[in-house]
């Protein structure tokens, strides 16, 4: 029977370790955690005209490196290649020839996603003219990648045993059993023993995964497997150049600390015993840390809602997991040799005593984990039909692990304190604490943190937040010149301003272009930007200035270095929608507030300790605390009313600094107006004769708005007179875009 189990046990690694190699030695691409927000043009939009570039909006900054964006036509020819822009981590693009031929056109994605690393595969497709039938784009996968699963369950495992072993030591075992008749950190040597072997197995286990986890990457970013990844050094690249090389690091530095301390540790364990206890203390500080790591790298990375909470609420969650189960673990593999010599009653009493140390952080550590959960799913399981998808079904798993998980912890609750809970006495006494049941419950925990590994590799529900309207664009036709501008995406906040000039159909490339933003209805306008050559009569600028939603207007200024293209200005008018932004947040909704309130409450309670520790040492006198209350309640008031008057002051100062005009300037600044007003101001003004205040005036054009300068129109400036008293209001308002075109060349 001994031989049959022990064959069995050596099949059962040399399957595991094949199925290792396997892995190791096949390149996949992992499922990737960000999403997209917005492309233009949108997949399977049917455009009139060939747009001037494709760009892919996501919920997270790619890494540049890996990122990689190729379109091509339907036989497989590459029309343009491209990756992330230099303005936005997050945005995927490139531009496109002139002049597209009619036919189905192919974006094929490569997305490297810096926050965990994930690399997905994906097509879209646009068409110009008619669509074609049969082809469409590809989704990437949504299979999480085994070996991640593999180095996640491994690392996730080592560090929460190596958190849970530390913590145990220091808040169960030392209080329990501690004594200073033994100066080796007051335990027993063969219960230091024990916990040297769990903890230095932890260690090695986290390096191993670490490194582990460093390899996939690397093959992943690559798409290469182990054998290249290894003889070209591509991990190399990987550490130094990526954001998850970065955390990698992290990790990687945190553990060595904590392995050199572990390791000093033993070095005095004979000399100065009494530096063990601080040395694992500060361990545990280092291991929590270690875990920190982990939610970088993890879904609350890329969360769109309440992004740092999101990223807090993880990590509190992985540290109340590693303080239950990791101890769980801890205490299940020492109690076996800590309890070996007693026997009866005084191996019952010792069993307590530790257990009655370690239920109450357990029981905190289980709200944590319950609260801080519910806010996590509450972050992507925002519709029903989300409970359905690949995530949904891993959170529904994990779930009901947890809830097995509590169940089993809650007997074991109840048996500790029958006199408390002599309802479930008798089940409880069934149940029994023994060290069976408590392997039954570290088996739980196990089964919790591998559904929770896998629930980091798969990928989360796409929130509802794609929009699909075309970007907006405008065609102007002066003399033989064809001037097209695009915003993308269109909506209030950054964009993008594409330019593309034409004479006679002929890409026009040695030309200086500016633009500025108009926004006549609050009288604002933006500084000048300069658009930037991109070759082939493309132009391309970027910007925030279109800040509110409302109509705009786009002055643009071209001026070319021969007089071939002599100086020009056009006007495009927009109607700027806030539904077409580029939104990298979401508004928490109720849910998300209580869930939110609900991890607050949860961490109080598992501070309760040592808040009833330090309501302890309070004077509770009536005139101590009467002050104490006032002046917290004084506190919180000036602090409210601060925030509302800094809020009013601010609208206030908008409002005074920028109100909207008395009157509107209607015409536009176009070419016409301006030689029009040009007119005009020589035969009726003459302010440029006159010197002085007219270039005092000219200085000052930058911060002055159009109402002010038809007011100088009317009624003069300074020592500038009056002038056409007989004008219209558009002639007057031409005058205004001259001697404003004057400040702007």
């Known amino acids: 029977m001994i031989l049959q189990k022990r064959r069995i046990v050596s099949a059962s690694i040399k399957l595991l370790l094949l199925c290792l190699l396997l892995a190791l030695f096949t390149p996949r691409l992992a499922a990737a955690h960000g999403y997209l927000i917005r492309a233009i043009p949108d997949d399977s939009a049917v455009l009139e005209h060939s747009p001037a570039r494709v760009q892919y909006w996501f919920s ?8 990689s964006l190729t379109v091509r036509d339907t036989a497989g020819a590459i029309i343009a290649t491209g990756g992330t822009s230099a303005q936005n981590p997050n945005v995927l693009e490139t531009r496109l020839p002139l002049d597209l031929p009619d036919g189905a056109y192919i974006s094929d994605l490569r997305l490297a996603f810096a926050s965990d690393g994930h690399v997905i595969a994906e097509s879209r497709v646009f068409f110009v003219g008619d669509a074609v039938s049969g082809v469409q784009g590809s989704a990437g996968s949504s299979a999480p990648e085994p070996l991640e699963i593999i180095w996640r369950t491994a690392l996730l495992s080592a560090l929460i045993l190596l958190l849970g072993a530390y913590a145990l030591y220091a808040l169960v075992l030392v209080p329990a059993w501690g004594s200073p008749t033994y100066p080796f950190g007051n335990l027993p040597p063969r219960v230091m023993k024990a916990l040297n072997i769990i903890l230095i197995a932890a260690l090695a286990a986290a390096f191993g995964a670490n490194i582990l986890a460093l390899l996939q990457q690397s093959m992943a970013f690559f798409g290469a497997d182990l054998g290249r990844v290894l003889s070209e050094g591509l991990f190399t690249v990987v550490r130094t150049s990526t954001r998850f090389g970065t955390i990698w690091n992290a990790r990687m530095i945190i553990l060595i ?40 790298t993890s879904h609350a990375a890329g ?139 570290v088996v739980l925990a196990m089964f919790v943190v591998i559904s929770a590994a896998i629930l980091s590799a798969t990928p989360v529900p796409t929130p509802v937040t794609s929009v699909s309207t075309a970007a907006p664009s405008e065609t102007i036709e002066q003399d033989d010149t064809t001037v097209t501008m695009t915003i993308s995406p269109g909506g209030t906040g950054v964009n993008t ?7 006679d159909g002929v890409p026009q490339d040695d030309l200086s272009v500016r633009v500025q933003m108009v926004n006549p209805l609050l009288d604002k306008r933006s500084a000048w930007l300069i658009a930037e050559s991109a070759s082939d009569g493309l132009y391309i600028s970027a910007s925030n200035d279109l800040d509110v939603a409302g109509d705009w207007l786009t002055i643009l200024e071209i001026s070319g270095n021969n007089s071939a293209l002599p100086y020009q200005r056009l006007v495009y008018e927009w109607t700027i929608s806030p539904d077409a932004a580029v939104s990298l947040s979401r508004p928490p909704s109720l849910l998300n507030l209580l869930a939110l309130v609900g991890v607050i409450v949860a961490g109080l309670f598992a501070l309760f300790p040592l808040l009833r520790i330090g309501y302890r040492k309070l004077d509770k006198r009536a005139m101590p605390v009467a002050v104490a209350l006032g002046a917290s309640a004084a506190g919180v008031a000036v602090i409210i009313i601060g ?89 007057r308002w031409d005058i205004v875009n001259y001697v404003r075109s004057v400040a702007a060349q």
């Open 257 to 296: 600390g904590i392995a050199a301390l572990h390791g000093a540790s033993l070095y005095f364990r004979d000399r100065q015993p009494a530096l063990v206890r601080p040395f694992w203390t500060a361990n545990a500080w280092g291991a929590a840390l270690a875990l920190g790591t982990m939610s970088v």
């Open 303 to 441: 969360a769109t809602l309440l992004p740092w909470a999101a990223l807090f609420t993880d990590w509190l969650h992985l540290l109340g997991v590693a303080l239950w189960a990791g101890g769980l673990a801890a205490l299940a593999l020492i109690l076996p040799v800590a309890l070996q010599p007693y026997h009866g009653e005084a191996r019952r009493r010792a069993l307590l005593a530790a257990l009655n140390h370690f239920s109450p952080l357990a029981a905190a550590c289980l709200i944590l984990v319950i609260a801080t959960g519910i806010f996590s799913a509450a972050v992507w399981i925002t519709a029903p039909q989300d409970v359905t998808t690949r995530y949904g079904i891993t959170l529904a798993l994990k779930l009901f692990l947890v809830m097995a998980l509590i169940g089993v912890a809650a007997l074991h609750h109840a048996a500790l304190r029958p006199e408390r809970y002599q309802r479930f006495s008798g089940l409880a006494q069934r149940f029994g604490v023994r060290l069976m049941s408590l392997r039954l419950e």
């Open 643 to 731: 925030l509302g008057a800094a809020q009013s002051v601010s609208s206030q100062y908008q409002a005074l600094t920028n109100p909207p005009p008395s009157v509107v300037n209607a015409v536009l600044p176009d070419t016409g107006s301006l030689l029009r007003g040009q007119a005009l101001f020589q035969s009726a003004c003459g302010w440029d004769a006159l010197g002085g205040d007219w270039i005092e005036l000219t200085r000052r054009l930058e911060r002055m708005r159009d109402e002010a300068l038809y007011a100088a129109i009317v009624r003069g400036w300074a020592s500038l007179p009056a002038c056409g008293a007989n004008f219209t209001e558009n002639q």
């Open 60 to 67: 997270e900054p790619l890494e540049p490196a890996f990122s």
């Open 497 to 503: 301003y594409d330019v593309v000039i034409l004479r």
